[in-house]
């Protein structure tokens, strides 16, 4: 696979309408309040990143995002249509989202090709079409060496590959990204950035990825937002973040460079 990190490559995306839209986003687990008034808008084709520290709302965004949670208040948006009330499973199959979290992700007993295939056979009802399906993925991230290899046996990278391919064996319009560059080393760290890349040029999805990894994000977005305490304290483009104030305040540190 080429090359394809961004060098804060900079895309407009004012004109178009947001795919994803949070309004007034609230969250509370019982008493404690995960999520303040959150507004945040992803446009399609957008990489938008999600920076903050362990608890400060990224994955509980996310899970309000897909249906598992539901926002003690405000509304959630996607193309347009109010999905705040819709089920998980009807809102994902209907608009294209696909989600990989943190941990997990895969049936570790069962090898690459069997994990494809459980999926696949969720989502293309004809056994051909399956199988090229499979046979395509399998190809595109580079996962022909460890095909039959149980996922338990796979590498960290080989993982993450593996959960995105996965991700995509149904049309995806929506990729959401939960921590996918925790643990891994710098080259599969950079593998999956070119991959992730690779899929908003190429298939033209809007991928969304929380990280507590500035530079690693920060690598391949066209935006980025910084959480604290469930609210955004900065946002921007990648060069306009490390340049902020209550950025380097909230997050990055003096002296931080990418």
Known sequence: MSILIKKFRIKSFKEEKPIIDLKD????????????????????SEICGLLGPNGAGKSSIYHCIIGLVKPSYGKIFINGNDVTDIPTHVRCSKYGISWVPQ??????????????????????????????????????F???????LKSKYLSGGQVRKLTL???????TKILILDEPFAA?????????????????????????ISDHSSRD?????????????????????????VNNTKAIQAYFGEGFKI
Request: charged share 25%.
């Open 25 to 44: 986003l609230s969250i509370h687990y019982g008493n404690r309040q995960i999520v303040e008034r959150l507004n945040l808008s992803i446009q399609k």
């Open 217 to 241: 994000l920060l690598s391949c977005v066209d935006n980025a937002m910084i959480l604290s305490e469930g609210k955004i304290v900065a946002k921007g483009t990648p060069q306009e973040l």
């Open 103 to 140: 941990y997990g992700g895969s049936w570790a007993d069962l090898t690459v090709f069997e994990n494809l295939l459980a999926i696949a056979e969720l989502h293309i009802k004809n056994k051909e079409e399956r199988i090229t399906k499979i046979n395509n993925l399998i190809r595109k």
């Open 142 to 148: 580079e996962l022909q060496n460890v095909i039959k």
């Open 184 to 208: 891994l080393d710098p080259q599969s760290v950079r593998m999956i950035q070119q991959i992730i890349v690779s899929l908003q040029m190429f298939e033209r999805i809007s991928v969304s």
């Open 165 to 171: 391919a996965m991700a995509m064996v149904k049309d």
